[in-house]
């Protein structure tokens, strides 16, 4: 029996928890854009609970339409960055700087959308 690479679980288990602890918005989605995994920043910055953002689909938190089209494009170009309206729980949009990327996590593809906020949150215009 090969013995485990202790210092890969030991980066395993930092990296893990500095993401989850990250004050930066890291969202996990699917091939089929349902988020899976988000860290406690999202939380914080939207005003949903993990629970609640699990049953999202990538987009459902952008404010407009170019906000929301943005997964479908990551999914075709694979890698993208750029600016995004979020809009919380409480109706409030958030201006947000992204970047998209593709990832595999137990050999299946998802992809990593990181968000950090550029201003304070604004009344919806309309």
């Not at 910055?45 to 089209?69: H, I, K, P, V």
Request: with cysteine.
């Amino acid at each position: 029996m090969a013995k485990p690479d202790l210092d890969a679980v030991l980066h395993g288990t930092l990296l893990g928890e500095g993401v989850l602890n990250a004050e930066l918005a890291i969202l996990l989605a699917d091939e089929r854009g349902h988020y899976v995994a988000v860290n406690e920043f999202v939380c914080d910055l939207t005003g949903y609970t993990r629970n609640q953002l699990t049953r999202l689909r990538a987009g459902q938190l952008g404010a407009d339409e170019e906000s929301r089209g943005i997964y479908e494009k990551l999914v075709i170009r694979k890698k993208l960055q750029g600016r995004k309206l979020v809009r919380r729980k409480d109706g409030l949009v958030l201006p947000c700087r992204y970047w998209g990327i593709p990832t595999t996590v137990a050999r299946l593809p998802y992809f990593v959308l990181l968000l950090w906020p550029t201003g304070a949150p604004q009344p919806a215009e309309g």
